[in-house]
C-alpha cells in the first residue's frame, strides 16, 4: 500500500485523480492541500466524494508530505508546481507533475511560450515525459513524471507512430482540436459561464497555444526527425473530450489498411490505446483511459483522428497510469 | 420615433432588449450606459450587436438622458435601479424597470428580503405591475412600469386567472419552477460555469428566493384573495426558458375542459398566452414573448404548467410589451 | 467467480451494467443476448466496450442461459422481461429483472397500468423489490429480485423513512421529478432527437406515468400506512441524472435538524445514501451508485429532494448492489 | 404583398422559413404541404407556431401552388425536389430550391455524388447559385434559384474573396467544419438521438460529404481556377451553427491586416458579412443572417475562420435573402 499527497487538490483533475485513486487496490490518499486561506474537507470542495473521501484540506508542510506520502500527485499551475516539487523531493518520495514545467527539454522554449523563469531547470530533461506508450522505460525508474498535456496527447498519440515508421512528412502537418470546458478548469472567467459555452464553438489562442511546442517537441524526440506542426484549438459545448483531426501529407502509397496496421503494430502491448477502421468519438472515451484511433487517406493527404477524455487519459487517468508504473503495480489497475 | 436610452447595458436582458428593439420601426436605441470604468462599444460587450448597434457606452448622465431619450429602461440591480430611475424621471421621460424596486406595494416586505433600504419608497404602489395581461389600463398612464419578475411571470399567467374565477384554493398552491441559467446573467460565480451546469439540475433558494412574496402579492392582487404559496427555483442545463409546474386544490368539480375555457376566458385578446390542451415545452416559446399554458385535474389536484422565455416574456419582450403599451404603439409590434 | 448473462443487452442499462460488471473481481460477463436477427459483437453496439468485451450477442438460448450462467439479468422490457425469466428459472439460476414485470404486489394494478396480461402471475409479491436500502433481508434469499424503477427509487429513498417514522402525513404527497433523457432507453422517437431536447424541458405523462403506482405502493408496504401520491415526471436536457422534490404536510413540529437525524439514523450502514443539509445535485452523483436527500421545512410544508443517476442507482447499479447481497459479496464491491 | 408556397413543411428548415416570412411585411404564406398522409395544421407539427400560422397541411397540387402562390419554397430533400419544382414552374411562378438539386453545374458530378438521375437536368447551370454575396446579378432575374448548401456557404464565403483575389493557393486547402445537429433535420436515426450527440464530437463522412464538390465547384467558378479541397465535418454537441476552420497557403507575403481588408473590400456593401480581427463564435451569429469571419496567418499557413447559423444564413434566412433579391425588396427585410 502506498501513501499518496496532492497538492492543489480543489481544481477537477484532482477530483477526477481522487476517484481514480478511491478505486486503486494499493494506494491510500493521505494529504490533500489548498494554497486558499479557507480549508474545508476535501468533500466540501467536491460533493462526489461525501462519504468516500472526508479528509480536511491543508496548507502545503514540507516535511508533512514528506513523512506522510510516498508519491506527490501535483495539480498546481505551471511555475508553481515546479517550485513545490523541487521542494518537496528528497530523494525518497516520487512525484507526478501535471503542470508544463517539466515537459519541455528545452529551457528557452519553456521561457519563451510559458513567460517566467523556471524554478527548477537543472531537471528539465531529466523527468521522463509521461506517455506510457512511449517512455515507459524510463517512467519506472523516474523520480518526477511530467504528465503530458491534455491536446498533446491526443495529437502525439495519433502521429508519432505514423512519424516515426516514415509513413507521413513531417513538415505539413495541421492539428484541429475539439475540447470540452472541463480542460480550462474552474477558473472564474466570463467565457467558461455556462451560456457562454452552451449552443457555442469557437477557435481560441490561434497560432498561440502553449500545447504547440510540446506536440512538437515530443514529435521530434519520438520519430527523430524536425517536426513542425499548425495547432488550433477549439471550445467545444460539452464537459469533458478531445477529439483531434489530424492532416499530414502521406510519403508512400500506404493505403489506409497499411496505416491502420502500423498503429496497431505499434500499440500492440497497450492496452489504452485502441485502434479501429471506425470513427474515433469522444463519448465512446468519456470516463475512461481510452485513446481511439483512426486513419484514412482522403484525396492527397492522410487524416488522422484521435479522442480521449481530457481529464481522464488527457490528465488523471495518465497520471495513475504512470504511477502505476512507476511503483510497479499493473498498468492497468484502477483504469480498466 | 421614440428615443430609448438603456441603463446598465452589458448584461443579457439588455443584449435581448436592444436586439429586440432594432427590429421595432418606431423606436430609436440613442443611449447605452455602464457602470464599468472600461467603455467600449456595445457591440464589444455583445458580439451579436456587430454593425447593427455600435454605440459607445457612456457613464450614466441624468441631463444626457433626459435630452436623448423619451424611454428610459433600467436593467440595474434592485436598489441601485430605483435610485437612478427616480433621478431621472422629469415629468417628461418615462421607465421601464427591469429591477424588482416597484413590483411590490409592500415596503416591508421590499426591505425584508432585499435587506436594503428602498431608494425611492414613495413611488412603491404606484407604478404599475407591468404585467400587460393584467394591468395594461394603468401600464398605459404609467411614468415608471415595474417589469415583473421572469418566475412570477409564469406563476401569475399559470395561476391568476383560475384564483380569480374560483376554480382554485388559494391557500394550498406549490409552484415548482425550472430555469435556465441565463436568469443568473453574466454573473461570476463558481455555480454558474459550464462544467457545474452542465448535465446538472438542482433546486436552490429553497424556501426562500425573493420572488415569493411577488408571486404571492401580485396572486392576491388579482384575485382579491389572500394568496400564499410555496415556490421552488431549480437550475435546469440550458440557456433560456422557465417551465413552471404548479399543483393546487379545486374548489369546484370543474373538469380539465372547464379549467381550459377559463383561461381562454381571460387571455381572448391577450396575443402573447397560448392556451392549449397539449403539455408546453420551453422550447416552443424559446426567442418569443409568448407563454403556453395548460391545466390538468390529477386525482385530488389541479396541474397548472407554463412555459416561457425567461429572458423574453420574462424581460426584455415584457419591456417592449409595457413600452409599446406606454407609447400607443400596437401591442405585439416587434414582438411577433 | 459467477457467471452472468444478460438478455437484451443492446441498451443503455445494458451498457452501464457491463461496464460495471467488468470491475468486478467475483464476475464473469458470459453470454450477452439480443432479440434482433443482426448480431454483431457487444462492442460493436457499445463501442466504449471495445477490447473490454468483445462476445457476440447471441439469440436467447435457455439451455444456454442455465449451463453457463449463475445469474441472468433481464433488460427486456415489460411483459417480454418475465416470460423470459420465467421460463429460464430452474431453481439453481437466480434472475434480476430490470423490468417492472415483478415490482407491484398486486397484479390487477399492473395489468390496469401495463395494459397486458402478466405472463408469470405466481411470481409476484414473491421477487422482493430490490432495494437493499429496506429490503436486503428478502433479496440475500431471493431466486428473482425486482430491480426498481429509475423514479421510484429516487422518491422511495427520499420518502420512505419520514412515512414510516410518522413525520410526513400520507396522504397529501406531491412528487415533482426531473429526469435525463437516458431513462427513454434508445427509443428512436423524435421526442428523443437532439434537437426536441436540447434547451428544453418539459412535463410528461402527467397523472399517468407507470411510476406513480409502483411509488405509491412501496411507500405503503414500507410504511405501512395507505399513501397516496400526485407525481409528475419531466424531461430535461441533459443525458443522466434524476432530481426529485417532494412536497408533504408535516405530523409534527420536527425541525429540518430533526428530520435529518431521522433520516441519517435510518440510513445508517445503507452506504450509497448520503443525508446533509445541503441541497443535492444530479451532477454530485452521476455516475456512481449514490443517493443525496436533504429535507427542509418551508411554511407549513415539508420538502424532501433527493438526486440519483437514474442509470446506476436507478438501474444498473442496483442491479449489481442486488447481485452482491444476494450472492454474498460486499454489498459496495465494484460500486464504490 | 406576395404569395409564398413552402412545399415539405414539416422540417426543421421550414419551421424557421415560416418565423422568418411571418416578420416579413410583404409576403403571406398561403401554402404548406407534406407528402405524409396525415396532415394537421402546421401548428401541430411545430407547436412554436401556434396562433401565428394555423394553416392546415395540404398534399402538393400544382394547380393550387400556380393559383395561390407567387413563389414557392421547396424543403423537399434532392431528387424529390427538382422533380416538384420542374412540374410547378409555368413561367410564372419563382422558386427557392433548398435542396442540392439545382446548385451544381456538371451533372456528372450531381449524378455522382448523389448517386441518382437528376429529374430536371436541363435546368441545371441556370438556375444561380443563391449566395447573394457574390450571385445577386443572376439571382433577380432567376426562375429558380438554388439556395446554397450550409458548409459550402460557410467556406465559400471565407474563402472565395481571398481566391478571387489571388492571396492563397486554390490547390492546397484544408477545411474542418464543426457543425450542430439541426443539419441532419429531423431524420429519425440513432446517432441524432439525444443521449448520442450530448456530450460527444465526431467527424463524419470524412473524405465522402457530398459538400465536397459544391464547395470546389462554386469556388472554382468564384475565383477562375481550379481549386480542390478536402472536407471533414464534425457533429458539435448544440443544436444549431457552423464553425469552419479553412488552413490554406499564403501566395504573398500579405499579413493577416491585409488580408482582412482584402475580405472587408470584397464585403462592402453585403451586410450580413462581418469582418473582424477577433475570432468568431457560433453564438454571436446564431438566430441571425449573419455570417462572422477572420483570417490570421499562422507560420507557413493562412487560417479563415467564419461562423454562422446552419438554419439560417446556412438554409432559410439564405433562401429570404434570395426572395427579396427576386422581387425587389430591400436585401435585409425580415432578416436584421
Known amino acids: 500500500m502506498i501513501r499518496a499527497a496532492i497538492v492543489g487538490a480543489t481544481g477537477y483533475t484532482a477530483s ?28 466540501d470542495v467536491h460533493p462526489r466524494l461525501r462519504g468516500r473521501l472526508d479528509l480536511k484540506l491543508e496548507p502545503l508542510d514540507v516535511d508533512s508530505v514528506r513523512k506522510n506520502a510516498d508519491v506527490l500527485f501535483s495539480c498546481l499551475p505551471h511555475g508553481a508546481s515546479a517550485e513545490i516539487v523541487s521542494t518537496v523531493l528528497d530523494g525518497k518520495i516520487r512525484a507526478i507533475d501535471f503542470s508544463a514545467d517539466y515537459r519541455l527539454q528545452n529551457l528557452a522554449t519553456y521561457e519563451k511560450w510559458y513567460a517566467t523563469k523556471h524554478p527548477d531547470p537543472n531537471r528539465m530533461g ?3 515525459y509521461g506517455l506510457g506508450e512511449f517512455f515507459a ?5 523516474a523520480e518526477v513524471t511530467a504528465n503530458p498535456g491534455c491536446y498533446p496527447t491526443s495529437a502525439i498519440l495519433a502521429l508519432a507512430p505514423l512519424l516515426k515508421a516514415d509513413l507521413i512528412a513531417p513538415d505539413d502537418i495541421i492539428i484541429d482540436s475539439k475540447s470540452g470546458v ?29 500545447h504547440t511546442p510540446e506536440i512538437a517537441e515530443l514529435l521530434s524526440t519520438i520519430s527523430g526527425k524536425s517536426v513542425s506542426v499548425i495547432f488550433t484549438p477549439h471550445l467545444a459545448p460539452m464537459t469533458r473530450g478531445i477529439l483531434t483531426t489530424a492532416y499530414s501529407k502521406p510519403t508512400t502509397e500506404a493505403s489506409a489498411g497499411v496505416l491502420l496496421d ?30 481511439d484511433i483512426t486513419v484514412r487517406r482522403v484525396e492527397d493527404r492522410i487524416v488522422v483522428i484521435s479522442a480521449i477524455d481530457n481529464l481522464i487519459k488527457g490528465a488523471s487517468g495518465a497520471a495513475v497510469q504512470n504511477m502505476n508504473l512507476m511503483f510497479g503495480f499493473p498498468e492497468t489497475t484502477a483504469l480498466i
Open 182 to 210: 472541463s480542460g480550462a478548469g474552474k477558473k472564474l472567467a466570463p467565457a467558461f459561464l455556462y451560456n457562454e459555452v452552451n449552443e457555442n464553438i469557437a477557435a481560441y489562442a490561434v497560432g498561440e497555444h502553449r
Open 16 to 43: 477526477e485523480l481522487i476517484e481514480i485513486l478511491l478505486r486503486h487496490p494499493d494506494v491510500t490518499v493521505t494529504q490533500v492541500t489548498s494554497r486558499q486561506e479557507d480549508r474545508p474537507a476535501i468533500s
Open 137 to 141: 522505460d524510463q517512467i519506472v525508474d
Open 262 to 291: 502500423a498503429l496497431r503494430d505499434h500499440y500492440a502491448g497497450h492496452p489504452f490505446v485502441r485502434i479501429s477502421p471506425d470513427l474515433p468519438a469522444t463519448k465512446h472515451v468519456a470516463h475512461t483511459n481510452f485513446c
Open 126 to 128: 531529466k523527468a521522463p
